[in-house]
């Protein structure tokens, strides 16, 4: 069984910064991409980053675009996310995911990862 690790969450006033990171245990194994979701109180799941490892290539929702960025490490499995410039609207828990392969052409599906961390808790004050 493959567990990923969240750790960075914390409280933080509007316009702040926090960098989240995401670590692999268990057994070994190689993923397509990684990516950061979020879930506030009351809302769905939705996508907030990816990280394509056929390329490094990042891509990120409308609603973090110029504020968050991801990075990682593919051999090791790890998996980071800056955000700056950080508002109110941005409270949530974030969870990090891995991909094993490609199953789809998105990235941005929950449904397309096949596992998942127990999520950070980001809380923006205003």
């Known amino acids: 069984q493959v567990q990923l690790v969240e750790s960075g969450g914390g409280l933080v006033q509007a316009g702040g910064s926090l960098r989240l990171s995401c670590a692999a245990s268990?057994?070994?194994?190689?993923?397509?991409?990684m990516g950061w979701f979020r879930q506030a109180p009351g809302k769905e799941r939705e996508f907030v980053a990816t990280?394509?490892?056929?390329?490094?290539?990042?891509y990120y929702a409308d609603s973090v675009k110029g504020r968050f960025t991801i990075s990682g490490d593919n051999a090791k499995n790890t998996v980071d996310l800056q955000m700056n410039s950080l508002k109110p609207e941005d409270t949530a828990i974030y969870y990090c995911?891995?991909?094993?392969?490609?199953?789809?052409?998105?990235?941005?599906?929950?449904?397309?990862?096949?596992?998942w961390g127990q999520g950070t808790q980001v809380t923006v004050s205003s």
């Open positions: 995911a891995c991909k094993l392969r490609l199953y789809s052409g998105s990235n941005y599906r929950a449904e397309e990862y096949d596992y």
């Open positions: 268990g057994r070994t194994f190689s993923s397509y991409a």
């Open positions: 990280i394509n490892w056929r390329g490094g290539v990042a």
